[in-house]
C-alpha cells in the first residue's frame, strides 16, 4: 500500500474520531439547561462563595480527560495509529496480561484486530462488545494420564513433553482463529484489521525528523544523568562503524553520553525516576537493576530487552523497505530491498548527518552499505571502458529522443515526397 493511500486513509480516520468525539460531547444547550437547574456547579460556587474556594487545596489542579482518549478504543478505526497504541497499552501490565510477546498470539496480534485487556488474559471488542478469556495452561491430569499409558520406561518423560507441547500448540492455533473468528459476524473487525504498516514509527526515513526524535529522547534521558547504567550494549558494537557513537555530536562543542545516547538511538525515554520506557511496546525498566557492584541484571541490552513485535526492535513490525547496495548489475534494474528496524534507521540517520558535516560522500562499511536508504543516481565505481561505454549509450537514446523534433529533417522528407 502506498504512502499516499495510507495517508488518506488516516486523514478519513481523523474525521471519525472527531465526528465520535462530537457526538459523545454534550451541546452547548444541554449545559446550559443544567446549569439552569438547582445543582450548583463547582464554577458558580467558587464564584459565590470565597470561603469554599478556601477549601481547596493550592495544589489541586482540575484535571480534564479528553474524550477521545477513552472512546478511540471501541471505535473501528483500523488505519488509525493512535487508537491502535491505544489498544496496545492495555496489554501492558505484566501482572494482567501473561501471554509471551514471542508467541503469535500476542498482545499486537490482538489490538491489531480490535481487542483490548480489560482482565486477567481476557480481551474485549468495545465494538461487538464480545469476550475472550485465554489460557494456554496444559491439563496436568491429562499429562499425567499420559505418563501411566506409557508405562515406567525411559521413554515416558519424553513422551509426555511431546504430548505437552503438541496440546500447547493446539491451543496456540485455536486462539490465533479466535482472534478473528470470535467477533460477532456483524462486527467490521470480523471482516478486517490493521494492515502490516500500523506499528511503523513514521519520519525514520528523514534524517532531520530522526534526528529530532533521537535528541528529544536523549535529552529526557539526560535529566537524570546519574541513573544512567554503564555499559549499555548495541548490536552496532562489533561493526567498524561503532566509532560514530563517540564522534557524533549534536552540537559541534558538545560531546554526548554514549550509553544514553545508545538508549535514545534504540527509542528509550524517560518515564519517570529511574525508569525508562518504550512508547511503541510499552515496556518499562528500572535503571536500578542494572548498576551497582552486583547488580539484579547482568547488562541492559538497548535493542532486546523491547518486547518482540516492538518496532524499534522488530524490521517486520517497522515494515519499511529500503533498498541494499547499489545497481552494480546492468542486466537486473530492479535494486534488492529489505526491512530494517527502527533503531537501523536511526542509526543510519546519524551516518548521514556525520558524513555530510564532515564532506565524506562514501559510508565506507558493511553495515552501511546493506541498510544505505537510497541508492538513486549514486556512481558506481567501474573502469574507464565502462564509463564510455555508458556515455555512448546514454547520447544514442538522446539522438533517438531528439529524432521526433527534428523539424529540419521532417522539411526534407516532405519535399522529397513531394517530387
Not at 529522547?217 to 554503564?230: F, G, N, Q, V
Not at 560531546?255 to 525508562?276: F, N, Q, S, V, Y
Amino acid at each position: 500500500m502506498s504512502y499516499a493511500v495510507e495517508t488518506k486513509k488516516r486523514k478519513f480516520d481523523r474525521i471519525l474520531e472527531a465526528l465520535s468525539d462530537g457526538a459523545t460531547s454534550p451541546s452547548r444547550s444541554s449545559l446550559n439547561t443544567r446549569n439552569n437547574t438547582s445543582t450548583t456547579t463547582l464554577t458558580q460556587d467558587s464564584a459565590s462563595d470565597s470561603s469554599k474556594r478556601r477549601r481547596v487545596a493550592p495544589t489541586s489542579k482540575v484535571i480534564v480527560t479528553s474524550s477521545s482518549t477513552t472512546s478511540l478504543s471501541g471505535h473501528y478505526l483500523p488505519s488509525s495509529r493512535s487508537a491502535f497504541l491505544q489498544r496496545l497499552e492495555t496489554f501492558r501490565h505484566v501482572t494482567q496480561w501473561h501471554i509471551p510477546s514471542s508467541e503469535r498470539i500476542n498482545a499486537a496480534a490482538w489490538a491489531k484486530r480490535g481487542w483490548t485487556c480489560v482482565d486477567t488474559d481476557t480481551v474485549y471488542c468495545g465494538a461487538c462488545k464480545e469476550r475472550v478469556h485465554v489460557d494456554l495452561e496444559v491439563d496436568a491430569d491429562s499429562s499425567e494420564a499420559k505418563d501411566h499409558e506409557d508405562g515406567e520406561d525411559g521413554t515416558a518423560q519424553d513422551d509426555s513433553f511431546a504430548f505437552g507441547s503438541e496440546v500447547y500448540e493446539g491451543l496456540v492455533k485455536r486462539y490465533q482463529e479466535m482472534i478473528v473468528t470470535a467477533h460477532a459476524e456483524s462486527c467490521p473487525w470480523h471482516r478486517r484489521g490493521c494492515d502490516a504498516t500500523i506499528q511503523r514509527i513514521e519520519g525514520l526515513l528523514n534524517t532531520k525528523m530522526a534526528l529530532s526524535g533521537l535528541q528529544t529522547r536523549y535529552d529526557s534521558l539526560m535529566s537524570r544523568a546519574d541513573e544512567i547504567p554503564e555499559h549499555v550494549s548495541l548490536p552496532v558494537e562489533n561493526l567498524e562503524d561503532a566509532h560514530i557513537l563517540e564522534d557524533f555530536r549534536f552540537t559541534e562543542s558538545e560531546k554526548p553520553h554514549c550509553d544514553a545516547l545508545k538508549l535514545a538511538l534504540c527509542g528509550w525515554e524517560r518515564k519517570g525516576d529511574d525508569i525508562i520506557e518504550c512508547h511503541h511496546c510499552f515496556r518499562s525498566l528500572g535503571l536500578w537493576l542494572y548498576r551497582g557492584e552486583s547488580p539484579a541484571m547482568d547488562r541492559l541490552d538497548a535493542v532486546e530487552d523491547h518486547l518482540e513485535y516492538c518496532p524499534w526492535r522488530s524490521a517486520e513490525a517497522q515494515h519499511t523497505e529500503v533498498v541494499v547496495g547499489g545497481r552494480e548489475n546492468t542486466d537486473n534494474p530492479e535494486p534488492k530491498t529489505r526491512h530494517l528496524a527502527g533503531w537501523a534507521l536511526v542509526f543510519q540517520a546519524m551516518l548521514k548527518d556525520h558524513n555530510k558535516k564532515r564532506g565524506s560522500r562514501s559510508v565506507g562499511s558493511t553495515f552501511t552499505s546493506e541498510v544505505e536508504l537510497s541508492t538513486a543516481g549514486s556512481e558506481v565505481s567501474s573502469t574507464p571502458a565502462q564509463r564510455e561505454k555508458k556515455m555512448r549509450d546514454l547520447l544514442r537514446r538522446i539522438k533517438e529522443i531528439k529524432k521526433p523534433f527534428n523539424v529540419k529533417s521532417l522539411l526534407r522528407r516532405k519535399d522529397r515526397a513531394q517530387t
